[in-house]
């Protein structure tokens, strides 16, 4: 049998272990920690004067002091020091600063992306798969200068913002 949880590596309790409730309370003040992971902040790398206890950091490229070697994992403060935690494909945390998601993809912390198929708001779909490339509005044989201008500002807006192709 392992000793250890196959994705967030908290340790099993062990049959003939003594002390059982230390190997307890460090699965549980790692389950504090990944569990809907709210981090202060992803800028630090170096760990704050003053940490709050059980809080949570996303620490940064080059870490030093306590986080040297540390970069890109999950620092927690936790029982007056430090403990870290490796990012795991596909997991999410909630930075307080910035008020967006970052989640763990292909060795890096991608932050602020929204992936999806589409979004729905009251089961409405308001934005889908990107559409096929619109030319501008040219030609014809009756021109409005100022029609033609607010299509094209409104075809240059959908690119931008990646609803149609360019």
Known sequence: MANQ???????????????????????????DALVQSAVETSTLS???????????????????GDWATHDNELAQFIGGSWQF?????????????????????AGTWQKGIVTANNIEISGQQIIGT???????????TTIDAEARTALNSLLAACRTHGLIAT
């Not at 307080?96 to 993809?105: E, F, P």
């Open 46 to 64: 170096v760990p704050p004067v003053s940490p709050a206890e059980g809080n949570l950091w996303l620490v940064g490229s080059s870490a030093s």
């Open 130 to 140: 990107q559409q096929a490339t619109i030319s501008d509005a040219a030609g014809g």
């Open 85 to 105: 935690y490796l990012a795991f494909e596909g997991m999410f945390v909630w930075l307080k600063d910035d008020a967006v998601t970052a989640q763990y993809r």
């Open 5 to 31: 949880s196959p994705r967030l590596n908290t340790p099993y309790i062990i049959s003939t272990q003594s002390q059982k409730e230390i190997t307890h309370n460090i699965a549980l003040n790692m389950l």
